[in-house]
């Protein structure tokens, strides 16, 4: 099990402004990094599984970008709106084998 | 859209019992697998299923823990003799063949008294 970390751990944003979080995972022996939005009493929701060093993916006003060397990922979200309010978890996939290990997540409010 | 379902959605059962949670993943999945997420800690591994048997299991998923998917359809985790610290959510998933994303379930949350 790879240790995953995501910071911070909670972030309260007024809608209409844009932020971001981070996820650190190990860097040997990397092969996908996932992100998953988490919304109470539902199941966690892919958002992007990413793979190449440099990659970046965009859903809507949800961005990732990912570097794969220093082992970070970034979760951008642009003009927030109360619906983005979530738990964003990210998860990290060895090249040894598929399992997900996950950080505690980032959990997103926000304020209208 | 297809979707991974389970059930029971939440079980409360007493110290020593047996309990089987059950999924029906997406059915052109062929990776399964079941996490578990106690209260104010992180989501974990317990364990993946392919081609009828158990791929990888962690150190948490012992003899107490098995998984069969006995009819093709169901995939099941059952629990032997459950303890206190059994208590948890537990999710089922199915991995997409060709982006590797995992679909979730809503969750079996178990209670264990």
Same mark, same amino acid.
């Given at each position: 099990?790879?240790?995953?970390?995501?910071?911070?751990?909670?972030?309260?944003?007024?809608?209409?402004?844009?932020?971001?979080?981070?996820?650190?995972?190990?860097?040997?022996?990397?092969?996908?990094?996932?992100?998953?939005?988490?919304?109470?009493?539902?199941?966690?929701?892919?958002?992007?599984?990413?793979?190449?060093?440099?990659?970046?993916?965009?859903?809507?006003?949800?961005?990732?970008?990912?570097?794969?060397?220093?082992?970070?990922?970034?979760?951008?979200?642009?003009?927030?709106?109360?619906?983005?309010?979530?738990?964003?978890?990210?998860?990290?996939?060895?090249?040894?084998?598929?399992?997900?290990?996950?950080?505690?997540?980032?959990?997103?409010?926000?304020?209208? | 859209? @297809?979707?991974?379902?389970?059930? @029971?959605?939440?079980?409360?059962?007493?110290?020593?019992?047996?309990?089987?949670?059950?999924? =029906? @993943?997406?059915?052109?999945?062929?990776?399964?697998?079941?996490?578990?997420?106690?209260?104010?800690?992180? =989501?974990?591994?317990?364990?993946?299923?392919?081609?009828?048997?158990?791929?990888?299991?962690?150190?948490?998923?012992?003899?107490?823990?098995?998984?069969?998917?006995?009819?093709?359809?169901?995939?099941?985790?059952?629990?032997?003799?459950?303890?206190?610290?059994?208590?948890?959510?537990?999710?089922?998933?199915?991995?997409?063949?060709?982006?590797?994303?995992?679909?979730?379930?809503?969750?079996?949350?178990?209670?264990?008294?």
């Amino acid at each position: 099990i790879l240790n995953v970390e995501q910071s911070p751990q909670s972030l309260h944003v007024q809608e209409g402004d844009s932020t971001n979080f981070t996820c650190s995972f190990p860097s040997s022996n990397f092969y996908a990094l996932h992100w998953y939005r988490w919304e109470t009493a539902k199941s966690p929701e892919a958002l992007f599984v990413m793979t190449l060093n440099g990659d970046e993916k965009k859903k809507g006003r949800i961005s990732a970008t990912l570097n794969t060397k220093e082992g970070y990922s970034y979760l951008y979200i642009k003009g927030s709106q109360p619906e983005d309010s979530a738990t964003y978890l990210c998860a990290s996939v060895g090249a040894n084998d598929y399992k997900l290990s996950f950080g505690a997540g980032t959990t997103v409010t926000v304020r209208a | 859209e @297809p979707e991974v379902t389970q059930t @029971p959605s939440h079980q409360v059962t007493q110290m020593g019992q047996e309990v089987i949670l059950r999924c =029906v @993943p997406i059915s052109n999945h062929l990776y399964f697998y079941w996490y578990r997420q106690i209260l104010g800690q992180k =989501v974990e591994f317990l364990v993946s299923f392919y081609n009828n048997e158990i791929s990888e299991k962690s150190e948490i998923f012992d003899d107490q823990f098995s998984v069969e998917r006995p009819d093709g359809s169901n995939f099941t985790l059952k629990i032997r003799s459950t303890k206190l610290e059994d208590s948890a959510m537990y999710f089922c998933a199915s991995r997409a063949i060709h982006t590797g994303e995992l679909f979730f379930g809503e969750g079996s949350r178990l209670t264990v008294l």
